[in-house]
């Protein structure tokens, strides 16, 4: 049974998750956002830690991953994205990233949100992203 086979952990709150993220050196822009995204779909924010930890061990220290809520403009549609940035671009890093979110498609299927993984091809924003 891999991490995320396990049976969820009990959700504890949106703030503790984020603060695990932050731990992780994840970026959190618009916080308050994630946290209203969080609250209402507890079971995906109970697998988020275990999810960032696999793209950070597939990406490094040096790759810059920051969690935001999508808000599509055209229909009404949210959703989470993890967006991977780094300096720059190997032809394969679409294949890296659909690794990485093979070994969670499983553990989503029953939870409410949605969670994607992609990249923008931006250069990392650091600080500036805060």
Request: glycine share 4%; with cysteine; aromatic share 8%.
């Amino acid at each position: 049974m891999n991490q995320l086979e396990k049976p969820v952990a009990e959700f504890q709150n949106a703030d503790a998750v984020l603060q695990q993220l932050n731990a992780q050196g994840i970026l959190l822009p618009k916080r308050d956002e994630l946290e209203t995204y969080l609250d209402r779909h507890a079971e995906l924010a109970s697998l988020l830690d275990d999810m960032c930890k696999q793209a950070r061990a597939a990406f490094g220290r040096t790759a810059e991953l920051s969690l935001e809520v999508y808000n599509d403009p055209e229909i009404v549609d949210r959703y989470l994205t993890l967006y991977v940035r780094q300096d720059s671009y190997p032809s394969d890093i679409i294949d890296r990233i659909d690794a990485v979110c093979a070994g969670f498609h499983r553990s989503l299927e029953s939870a409410s949100g949605y969670f994607l993984v992609t990249t923008d091809f931006r250069r990392p924003r650091g600080a500036d992203a805060l």
